[in-house]
């Protein structure tokens, strides 16, 4: 039987590392597909390279975005906004300024060029809308809406054999998230959440994303290996 | 009052061209966004410069797509499909082999993130599905799934104020199109459709682009400004 083909959008982070374990469970063979577009945090790209070596994914792609797309949010390094600290962006009703403007259209859509030209079946990507509830393109109605856009845009989608974007998190807790990675044997030491990370890569642990890893941490009982320098 | 400003996909080919004709009539402000993504007819992209010239648009933005996320296709300079030639693609059930795997939804939304990131109101695109009725990204419904998508996941579009996108074409003929470019006195010797160029810029005239080019100016009654190596 030939290989299941997926490709998973890698950031380097908690959620897309569990992502790509939970779909090499379910017997995809991946290619990652990673991307720098002037993050603040662009640390965590080195992070998806060892997530890739660890997890044994052969094809990795790192794809440059142009930076002139993206501007209007705290999370590119050089932008004047500053990122939150210390926020519940679980329960808060607005938009964060961490919001990068249709950052995850535009992850996806390229991912499904790269899915359509190399006959991919899935597209893994680890929104999860609990923790994000704010950030529209991590809702459950987003991924249907893209869906149906690829239903209806795609020569596969038209013939009826359409590339199915699989977000698995979107309706888990972060801790949750967490026990499924711990289930799946993952190690979260090679990941990266933090906002505002030093040289080295330790983590502020008061920036909203490190606030967020904590507490799932803390709420699965299971250790946190992340090195914070505050706290 | 403040400019409305929008965004034009600007390939330097005719349908593009009159729709940022018609988008400047209409009083929009344009930034201009033309893609390099290996193309055969890459010198497409110096007619684009020149119609940004042309019609005085001050900003404009040439991408280059990384190569390696189409394939399958027939347009790209290192396929070794070749372009067909002399079909009547209008009338044909199939997608055509210069189908590039998810190409406008691709440039659809990385225009929409420099679109958000720079507060412009509306994409404008020259699809068209009469003349491209095979190209599943070129009809009504893939524009209309493509909008719903940008209404769920963008921050705007959570907001009520979605970037709106603009297919003026969409249901017109060529020789209609041609018509509405030369009533806005739009000059077509700055346009190119033909998919296998010489190196000098003359088009081809037998590739499935220049047949629907030719008959577009035929049927309209204007003078086609063409340079044709082939009758």
Chains 1, 2 share one sequence.
Do not use: W
Request: net charge negative; with cysteine; aromatic share 10%.
């Amino acid at each position: 039987m030939a290989e299941k083909k997926g490709i998973i959008l890698l950031s380097g982070g908690l959620d897309s590392a569990t992502t790509a374990a939970y779909a090499i469970e379910k017997g995809y063979s991946l290619h990652a597909i990673t991307f720098s577009y002037g993050q603040r945090h662009d640390i965590e790209i080195s992070f998806a390279n060892r997530i890739v070596d660890y997890l044994g994914i052969k094809v990795h792609h790192t794809i440059q975005l142009p930076l002139e797309l993206f501007d209007k949010t705290a999370l590119k390094k050089d932008s004047n906004l500053q990122v939150p600290q210390g926020n519940d962006i679980s329960v808060q009703d607005e938009i964060p300024i961490t919001y990068v403007p249709a950052r995850n259209i535009v992850f996806l859509s390229l991912a499904l060029a790269y899915a359509e030209s190399h006959d991919a079946e899935a597209i893994f990507i680890g929104a999860n809308a609990v923790d994000y509830s704010g950030y529209p393109d991590c809702r459950p109605q987003f991924i249907s809406s893209f869906q149906n856009m690829i239903d209806n845009g795609t020569k596969t989608g038209v013939e009826g054999n359409s590339i199915i974007v699989e977000a698995p998190l979107i309706s888990m807790k972060k801790s949750e998230i967490i026990k499924l990675g711990y289930k799946l044997g993952f190690d979260y030491s090679l990941t990266h959440s933090c906002y505002n990370p030093d040289e080295e890569g330790a983590s502020c642990g008061v920036c909203d994303s490190c606030c967020i890893r904590r507490r799932g941490f803390e709420e699965s009982g299971i250790a946190d290996p992340t090195r914070y320098r505050n706290g």
